[in-house]
């Protein structure tokens, strides 16, 4: 095997409840491969951090668990990937994460520690920070290189600046906003190794269940999603709202919604894009009735692609849209769901 980089950076992956690597594994793999060697940190429960002799058979004999991730995580560019089972995985919040992290950091030396900017990494980030006395730096929509370290990019007050930050000490850990990276880093050959992980016994909230939700819809989920159509205040009622999920299944989409939306009862408030709501960076984002108020902006600025229809000319979403229908969206919208459905005859 390898030995470790001397460019680390440590990126630790989410798993999802489905027992999969979480979306936003490509995106923090990608980012790290632009400023340094990813080495991912997956973390397994129930002796499945086991990985095959060697550590670097992903599809060896015993096939483990730890496998299937080394594996995956290899397929989406990590140079190295750690698998540890730290006590109290999934009954403690954060501490676990934490004490896995500092071991990980113990071992690579990295240059930085990039997490999801998922509400679970956002709280493994920042008591890892805490602990290790490191700079944090949250929300990243890009990260660089310079002279001295790794640089985060921040997307602020709506996505009106553009700013930069960087510790002036040690290794920064950066919380990676969820579709914001669209680089990818190359396939890698498998090279995996299980690591011990100390129990700090730092005191936490204890989680004594977990109850999955059903999905209701087979839309895609708003976070991560890679087109979204949201809609505001414009739709005038629930009822109306109706046709803003029609455009988002005529595009495969997933459904957002502003605030004032959501506070008039049209839709709930977990659709909520925006400063108090879901930030999102798809590919492409409608906004329908939505006038494009800045805590709005703040959490769909850095959308790489924006198309509003509205019937102000002067509303301000348009100072941000790629494109921009000037009109009643109850005329303009069904005329465009009916081009896309006849694309797809
Ligand atoms: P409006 O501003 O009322 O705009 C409705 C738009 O619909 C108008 O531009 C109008 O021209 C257009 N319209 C009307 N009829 C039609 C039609 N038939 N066809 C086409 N267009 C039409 N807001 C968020 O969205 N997300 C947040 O996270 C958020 N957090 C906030 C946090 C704080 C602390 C505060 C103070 C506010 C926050 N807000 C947030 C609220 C925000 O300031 C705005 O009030 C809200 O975004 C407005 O929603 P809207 O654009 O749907 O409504």
Redesign the pocket.
Known sequence: MEPLPDDAILVLLDVGLDGALAPSAAGLLGAAAGVGTPVALVLVSGGDADVSDGGGDAGGAAGSVGDAFAAAAAELGAVHVLLAEPAGLGRQVAVPEADALAAAAALVHPDAVVCSHSVRGREIAGRFAARSRSGLAVDAVGLSRDDEGVVAHHSVYGGAYDVRSAVTFGAPVITVRQGAIDARAQAQPVQARRIEVAASGMRTAVIESVEATVAESTRPELRGAARVVS????L?SGERFELVERLADALGAAVG?????VDAGYVPQTL??????VSVSPQLYVA?????????R??MQTSKTIVA????AD?P?FEIADFGVV????E?VPQLIDALESRKA
Do not use: M, P, W, Y
Request: charged share 10%.
């Open positions: 809609g505001g205040r414009g005038g919604a502003s605030r004032a939306a909520q894009v925006g400063q108090t709501g329908l009735g939505i006038s494009g108020a800045i805590q709005h703040a959490g229809i509205n019937t102000d509303a979403i009109g009643d969206l109850f303009v």
